[in-house]
């Protein structure tokens, strides 16, 4: 059974700190692009941060850039996305999903929902209190 179970979401008061992880069962680590998304009551999906399940690339939304860090474990096949320095406007259910992105497409559509076809976790609710 193929699946993404995302985990460590919880409340949090502003500043602090939050470990989410995404642990993937079913398929083959290799050659996905591994992202981490969330969407805040009344708006979009957004695209938080990626990884290549080789570790070489990574990309950032840049309301998150230097406040969030996602890393992975290929032995465990889980994605971690550590998120420090936590705003009120990080509240919202981060998701992770998966796909095979062409390299050379990666950069330009890591962000877009739509490209994730299939592998996606069930999301987990982040609330940062002010």
């Known amino acids: 059974d193929v699946q993404l179970q995302a985990s460590g979401g919880g409340m949090v008061q502003a500043g602090g700190s939050l470990r989410l992880s995404c642990t993937a069962s079913g398929i083959t680590w290799d050659q996905y692009t591994l992202t981490w998304f969330r969407q805040a009551p009344g708006k979009e999906r957004e695209g938080v941060a990626c990884?290549?399940?080789?570790?070489?690339?990574?990309y950032y939304a840049d309301s998150v850039k230097g406040r969030f860090t996602i890393s992975s474990d290929n032995a465990k096949k889980t994605v971690y996305l550590q998120m420090n320095s936590l705003k009120s406007e990080d509240t919202a259910v981060y998701y992770c999903?998966?796909?095979?992105?062409?390299?050379?497409?990666?950069?330009?559509?890591?962000?877009?929902?739509?490209?994730?076809?299939?592998?996606w976790g069930q999301g987990t609710q982040v609330t940062v209190s002010s």
């Open positions: 999903a998966a796909e095979r992105i062409p390299t050379p497409f990666i950069q330009n559509t890591w962000n877009n929902p739509r490209v994730y076809t299939n592998l």
């Open positions: 990884i290549t399940t080789t570790g070489e690339t990574k």
